[in-house]
């Protein structure tokens, strides 16, 4: 239940709210890069991370893959095919290290939720909380350049999954420019121009695939050019 009790959507429970999700949980372990589901699959349970990260992805014609979200430790996965009246996946997720999750069927879930009405209001934030987030990343694309995209991708994923240190906030993921690429939907040449300038400045450092902010307020500005 400890893994219950880090998630947004249940951890306000009580222990015997929680021991009656116990039986229902299932678990399943996925390698570094192993799909976990593809867009049009059925959407049959809700995700919980135990370890690793999860990211949520789509890939055109052409091959070129954008990244919509990040899920970490304690993140809950799938809710929005889950409620969605279609109930079928509506993107491809991808395990971005080795990853343990547990899972719980859409019957069960939704029996417990209705008895357990602040763990629904949570759900209802949580799929609140993805639909603000995919609104950002397509007003970001209509109305900021490449550098104001990967500023804003930078301080979001900061806001979501940074741990202070002595000299800014390190970024808990691991992270290729590549992957950073695709999140901001560039091609990674550009989006390396783009980081130049922040590495250079000292906003910005970047070492065994983890990023750290150090000064914020250039990232603000560069997000905040018209």
């Known amino acids: 239940m400890t893994i219950l009790r880090s998630t947004k959507v249940f951890g306000e429970l009580s222990p015997a709210a929680l021991a009656e999700l116990v039986p229902h949980l299932r678990e399943r372990t996925f390698a570094t890069n192993q799909v976990v589901w ?6 049959d349970a809700l995700y919980i991370l135990a370890d690793g990260a999860l990211k949520s992805h789509r890939t055109s014609r052409e091959g070129h893959e954008v990244i919509l979200i990040f899920n970490s430790v304690g993140d809950v996965a799938g809710e929005v095919g889950l409620f969605h009246p279609a109930q079928v996946r509506h993107v491809n997720v991808t395990a971005m290290a080795p990853t343990r999750c547990l899972t719980i ?10 008895r357990h009405p602040q ?4 759900m209802l934030e949580q799929i609140a909380t993805v639909a603000v987030k995919a609104a950002s990343s397509y007003s970001g694309l209509a109305f900021n350049d490449i550098r104001g995209r990967v500023a804003a991708a930078l301080l ?3 806001d979501e999954y940074g741990e202070r240190t002595p000299t800014g906030v390190r970024i808990r993921l691991r992270l290729s420019q590549a992957t950073l690429a695709a999140l901001v939907a560039a091609s990674r040449e550009n989006v390396n121009r783009a980081l130049a300038g922040f590495l250079a400045s000292g906003a910005v450092s970047y070492a065994d695939r983890q990023f750290e902010i150090h000064d914020p307020t250039a990232l603000e500005t560069a997000r905040n050019l018209p």
């Open 38 to 43: 593809l867009e049009g699959d059925p959407a």
């Open 105 to 114: 069927g859409r019957e069960p879930l939704l029996g417990f939720l209705s």
């Open 119 to 122: 763990a629904m209001l949570r």
């Open 156 to 158: 979001a994923l900061a």
